[in-house]
């Protein structure tokens, strides 16, 4: 709940969705306000398909100052921004909104979070050779900014045809090498085997499917990193499994923190208070498990 002092006349920033109910970005953010002393609230809007043009039009007509944008939404709500920047115009999704003056501007920090939270583990994606499991909207923006920033990518998915379709729009605009397989054992075996980083960007593991993991430990080891973008619970059984195995690990988290971090800064121009962002939404997350 929001405790600050919200004035007359607050800028309005929030996020829109269909489900919206667990999302964590509200606390994130009216967190990070709070911390700045600034006059911003962030408020979670459901938004059914068929009422996304009228709710960005909502947003001109009420001069919020910026949204973020989840499932299902981040592809269909280009059509009614007015500007692209260049990353998310070759992802061809949006997931952060900035209104300038009127000008409803789209970006794809889930891209550039992910590499924040690479880098900040000082791993530098140049020259990497990448496992992406999932061929979904996450998947599909962080193996666009890896295979921008020179990372080879093998993408497996359950449904071969989706890791296919992003593998070869990547090789047609990247120099990179991209190539895709059907997740399965006997192919993520071989996928990992001369592999530096695996990503986790399908959605198994997640609560409450807690006990489920994507690989089984026997194909993990030291020297591996191990970013599972599955950030609730905090630690997935893959995580756990990693650590175990002496990989270096990479949460979620780190992710997601990331993505509002960079959103914060483009709406309001301050540095954004990563570790108070980060320890509230430990704390709520912990609260729901337990
Ligand atoms: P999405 O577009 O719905 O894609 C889901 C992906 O998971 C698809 O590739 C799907 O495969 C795969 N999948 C689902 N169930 C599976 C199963 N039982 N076995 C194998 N593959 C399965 O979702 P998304 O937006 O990309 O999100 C994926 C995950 O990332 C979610 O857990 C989400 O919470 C998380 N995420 C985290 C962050 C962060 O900041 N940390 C940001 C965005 C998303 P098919 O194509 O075969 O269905």
């Known amino acids: ?9 607050p800028r309005i920033c929030g996020i829109i969705g269909d489900p919206i109910e667990h999302t964590m970005s509200p606390v994130m953010h009216n967190a990070a306000f709070e911390d700045k002393g600034v006059d911003y609230v962030y408020l979670a809007f459901r938004v059914k398909k068929e009422e996304l043009g009228k709710a960005i039009e909502g947003m001109r007509a009420l001069n919020m100052k910026g949204l973020n944008i989840t499932i299902p939404h981040k592809v269909a709500v280009i059509q009614f921004l007015d500007e692209l920047d260049h990353l998310a115009d070759k992802i061809g999704a949006v997931n952060t909104v900035v209104n300038n003056d009127g000008v409803l501007k ?9 590499l924040q939270a690479l880098r900040e583990r000082g791993i530098e994606p140049k020259g990497k050779s990448v496992v992406i499991l999932g061929a979904g909207g996450a998947s599909r923006a962080i193996s666009f900014i890896l295979a921008e920033r020179g990372s080879s990518l093998v993408i497996l998915n359950r449904t071969w045809d989706k890791a296919r379709i992003c593998a070869d729009r990547i090789s047609e605009i990247f120099q990179s090498e991209a190539t895709s397989l059907k997740l399965n054992r006997g192919n993520l075996a071989a996928a990992l085997s001369p592999a530096d980083i695996l ?21 993990l080891k030291p020297g591996l990193v191990v970013f599972d973008i599955v950030y609730n619970p905090i630690k997935t059984r893959l995580q756990r499994e ?15 923190v990331w993505q509002g971090a960079l959103a914060f800064e483009k709406w309001t121009g301050l540095k954004a208070p990563i570790g108070v962002m980060r320890e509230k939404v430990i704390k709520v997350l912990q609260r729901h498990e337990n």
């Open 1 to 9: 709940m929001l405790s600050g002092f919200i004035s007359g006349s």
């Open 106 to 114: 789209g970006y794809n920090t889930d891209a550039t979070g992910f």
């Open 199 to 219: 990503v986790n960007a399908t959605s198994v593991g997640m609560s409450p499917d807690i006990n489920e993991t994507p690989v089984t430990s026997n194909l």
């Open 242 to 256: 990693a650590e175990v195995a002496g990989a270096t690990v990479i949460s979620g988290l780190d992710m997601f």
